[in-house]
């Protein structure tokens, strides 16, 4: 704990601009042997050992700094691959005015799904990048047993650590996985969530059919991504901006800080102008669908297994 609190002693007198590269921190990580009996070989499905801090399976997996690595990159299209190179530079650049401004939808998800309610569940986050859902999320993370599933090893940044602090002392299992190949036992979990990276993925439907596979029977999944929709007339007038007004300049830094790092505008493997293709591949890897909504350009489902 000291080391948590050393953390934040010194941040104390760094100063945050608006438009600044994250400081980056590793997670809380819970220990691979702590939670192996939970996992199984991606490709063969069989049980999994460790022996001299490597995963023993069809094959042998590395283990580094708590992290297990099952990605299989050859899986993955040409096309994915380039895409996700780019999202991983908008990663880095994360700015605080996107941190900001997703804050809203975030908090909406979670209250009005009521998933952000749950207690004393245990949790997969699958393309949940760095691990903030846990505690941005979560009205009650430390009651949660949450793990973390990307195919990038992606680290919090100074503005996570700043605004929720439980981040820098629950501990969360990370795991370097594709989405459409989980190494994780069938009937494991009683929430999957996937939050705003199902436009991410390399094949959706996959994905969706891999987590009714790791959820317990009656398990919840929650699914949530935005649609590539005009904003309305209300929603537009509201961000323009005069020029020369100081919300002028601030695109304008923005624009800058985006060009200088590479931020490209479009990474999605994946693009929605209405739920109609998510909703039916969850029907049709035989969920049910207990809530859904569609609002502004977003949408969510909560399903049941």
């Not at 895409?83 to 991983?88: E, G, R, V």
């Not at 393309?127 to 949660?144: K, L, Y």
């Not at 599933?149 to 439980?166: A, E």
């Not at 199902?198 to 094949?203: A, F, P, Y």
Request: net charge neutral; hydrophobic share 35%.
């Amino acid at each position: 704990m000291n080391k948590m609190v050393d953390r934040y002693f010194n941040l104390m007198d760094k100063e945050r601009n608006i438009y600044e590269l994250a400081e980056l921190y590793p997670q809380n990580r819970r220990e691979v042997s702590t939670y192996i009996d939970l996992l199984q070989d991606p490709k063969t499905g069989i049980p999994l050992k460790i022996e001299n801090d490597k995963i023993i399976g069809n094959k042998t997996y590395t283990i580094e700094d708590n992290v297990p690595n099952f990605t299989d990159n050859d899986s993955n299209s040409e096309e994915w691959k380039r895409l996700n190179k780019q999202f991983l530079n908008y990663h880095k650049s994360l700015s605080v005015y996107t941190f900001i401004n997703s804050a809203p939808v975030n908090n909406y998800l979670s209250l009005r799904s009521e998933i952000g309610l749950m207690k004393d569940v245990k949790v997969l986050d699958v393309g949940g990048g760095t691990g903030q859902t846990f505690c941005s999320f979560f009205q009650f993370p430390e009651t949660i047993e949450y793990y973390l599933v990307d195919p990038n090893l992606r680290l919090l940044h100074d503005q996570f650590i700043r605004f929720y602090p439980k981040l820098s002392y629950l501990k969360m299992g990370h795991i370097l996985a594709n989405a459409e190949s989980l190494p994780i036992k069938n009937n494991s979990f009683d929430v999957v969530l996937n939050i705003s990276a199902i436009d991410h993925l390399n094949d959706y439907k996959k994905f969706i059919s891999e987590a009714y596979r790791v959820l317990k029977p009656s398990g919840t999944f929650f699914v949530t991504s935005h649609l590539d929709i005009p904003a309305s007339k209300e929603d537009a007038t509201k961000t323009s901006s005069k020029l020369f007004s100081f919300s002028f300049w601030e695109r304008v830094a923005r624009f800058l800080y985006y060009k200088k790092y590479a931020v490209g505008t479009d990474d999605h493997t994946l693009h929605l102008e209405n739920e109609k293709p998510v909703k039916e591949a969850i029907l049709n890897s035989g969920f049910t669908i207990k809530k859904e909504e569609v609002f502004k350009r977003h949408f969510y489902f909560v399903a049941t297994k």
